[in-house]
């Protein structure tokens, strides 16, 4: 490997370090909305409340604990998610800048469509990674029981929750392998929801790059608004992906077309957008907070790579 190849797979290490720990502190700050999100789109419609009457019932039957049911299954998928997809986007980012620079082209930023095939070849390859962790947090979040009792506003005193391992392991024994990828196809369709943000953000931090230095703040804002476009487009997938995770061994699997279908039949064109206010609440701000937290990480880890360079140097 030649030093320009080290230095560049070293580089691409670090957004994807800076990622994860970006993700990891912005997954912590907003995890009671994902729960709030999660449980909206996987119960019934019988069990529809507001998102305050739902943080009540919840404190009530589980504890301010079950607002956090599934976190830490949660903050392993976002920080290996968040690793994998910066990875595979920096290295076809690199790609794209060196076939930019032997075309003679004036400018080795990415274009639209370039920002557009990097996302999408690093969210697909996140999407078949990480999809079993996804599965094994969502049944934790939902804590999806036999019954056909509504999870969020009543029912009886909820049940200790499963560990991470304990859930996966349960997965396993009753429904097979194969239960860890419910939910792929509309995941993988869902590869356009970052390809939508990671677009409109590196569009924008490019135009504001020709202008001067991007700030943590400013991150903050064009990632927010990248995140907030993106989920509003794409969120009917999302409920669809939610109950395909949650749909136990008895529970008739149906493919992502019927699932909208019967979404609409039984609870009406609302129903794909079950749960959409903490969601799109809970999605802006933790892409606003990855974006700012992110740029912090990265320059951390440069600063202590060049630190540990310059200590094994002097040696």
């Known amino acids: 490997m030649t030093s320009q190849a080290a230095a560049q797979q070293s580089d691409n290490i670090a957004h994807a370090l800076a990622g994860a720990g970006g993700g990891l502190a912005s997954m912590a700050l907003t995890y009671p909305l994902i729960t709030l999100s999660t449980r909206a789109q996987v119960e019934s419609k019988r069990a529809h409340s507001s998102m305050l009457d739902a943080v009540r019932r919840i404190v009530q039957r589980e504890g301010a604990s079950g607002l956090y049911?599934?976190?830490?299954?949660?903050?392993?998928?976002?920080?290996?998610?968040?690793?994998?997809?910066?990875?595979?986007y920096e290295w076809t980012r690199a790609g794209f800048e060196k076939a930019a620079i032997k075309a003679g082209r004036a400018s080795k930023k990415l274009t639209t469509v370039e920002s557009i095939i990097a996302g999408a070849l690093a969210g697909?390859?996140?999407?078949?990674?990480t999809n079993p962790i996804w599965v094994v947090n969502t049944r934790?979040?939902?804590?999806?029981?036999?019954?056909?009792?509504?999870?969020?506003p009543g029912g009886s005193k909820a049940k200790k929750a499963p560990s991470t391992v304990g859930t996966f392991l349960a997965l396993l024994r009753e429904e097979g392998p194969a239960a860890l990828f419910a939910g792929v196809l509309p995941a993988l369709v869902l590869v356009i929801n970052p390809i939508l943000q990671y677009t409109i953000f590196e569009q924008l931090k490019n135009t504001l790059e020709k202008r001067r230095r991007v700030t943590p703040t400013d991150a903050f804002c064009i990632g927010a608004l990248g995140k907030l476009l993106a989920t509003s487009i794409t969120y009917p997938y999302i409920t669809v992906k939610s109950r395909m995770h949650v749909a136990g061994k008895g529970d008739e699997k149906v493919n992502m077309r019927d699932g909208i279908k019967r979404i609409v039949d039984t609870e009406g064109w609302g129903g794909l957008y079950k749960g959409i206010g903490p969601k799109v609440t809970q999605s802006v701000l933790t892409a606003?907070?990855?974006?700012?937290?992110?740029?912090?990480?990265?320059?951390?880890?440069?600063?202590?790579?060049?630190?540990l360079a310059a200590k094994a140097a002097a040696r």
């Open 124 to 129: 697909s390859a996140t999407v078949l990674m």
């Open 140 to 152: 934790m979040t939902a804590r999806k029981q036999e019954s056909d009792e509504p999870v969020l």
């Open 69 to 88: 049911a599934g976190l830490e299954s949660a903050l392993f998928g976002i920080s290996v998610t968040n690793f994998v997809y910066y990875y595979w």
């Open 288 to 307: 606003a907070f990855l974006f700012a937290f992110k740029d912090v990480f990265y320059d951390l880890t440069i600063k202590a790579r060049r630190n």
